[in-house]
């Protein structure tokens, strides 16, 4: 085999992969300081509850209710937030006009009249997700209700 005709092609891939890897770790930052990650609970009916009891006209958070709960931070949203801690979370719309319409696997059922009902601190959030700002210490909770 001739070496001479093997070494610029190797010197090719070495650069090429130089190259690339140089730009990865451009793009990364580098310096970045570590995102903060956002602690969220799911909960989810008992067997028993779901299976006697009739959701109730604006039932809101009650035993067996569903819910999703993480904390606020301030300078986020609550949809923000939502996606840091699930980013499995469905949403249609953007911004000031997004709608969540599953969490943590659990998509609202419209058959059912179900949707995911924000509040902070136990209280109905009175704008939307991509619009409320959080802030340190704040409860954000989502319960999936009926209309």
């Given at each position: 085999?001739?070496?001479?005709?093997?070494?610029?092609?190797?010197?090719?891939?070495?650069?090429?992969?130089?190259?690339?890897?140089?730009?990865l770790?451009?793009?990364?930052?580098?310096?970045?300081?570590?995102?903060?990650?956002?602690?969220?609970?799911?909960?989810?009916?008992?067997?028993?509850?779901?299976?006697?009891?009739?959701?109730?006209?604006?039932?809101g958070?009650?035993?067996?209710?569903?819910?999703?709960?993480?904390?606020?931070r301030?300078?986020?949203?609550?949809l923000?937030?939502?996606?840091?801690?699930?980013?499995?979370?469905e949403?249609?719309?953007?911004?000031?006009?997004?709608?969540?319409?599953?969490?943590?696997?659990?998509?609202?059922?419209?058959?059912?009249?179900?949707f995911?009902?924000?509040?902070?601190?136990?209280?109905?959030?009175q704008?939307?997700?991509?619009?409320?700002?959080t802030?340190?210490?704040?409860?954000?909770?989502?319960?999936?209700?009926?209309?």
């Amino acid at each position: 085999m001739n070496t001479t005709s093997v070494r610029p092609f190797r010197a090719l891939v070495a650069a090429t992969a130089a190259l690339l890897l140089a730009g990865l770790l451009a793009a990364c930052g580098g310096t970045a300081e570590p995102e903060t990650m956002v602690s969220a609970t799911l909960t989810a009916p008992s067997d028993a509850a779901s299976a006697t009891a009739a959701p109730s006209e604006g039932a809101g958070e009650s035993d067996g209710a569903e819910t999703f709960s993480y904390p606020g931070r301030t300078g986020a949203t609550a949809l923000e937030l939502l996606l840091e801690a699930d980013p499995s979370a469905e949403v249609s719309g953007e911004g000031e006009n997004a709608f969540v319409t599953a969490i943590g696997g659990r998509a609202a059922d419209d058959s059912k009249q179900e949707f995911w009902a924000l509040s902070v601190d136990g209280e109905p959030a009175q704008v939307g997700a991509g619009t409320l700002e959080t802030e340190d210490g704040q409860e954000i909770t989502w319960t999936l209700e009926t209309y």
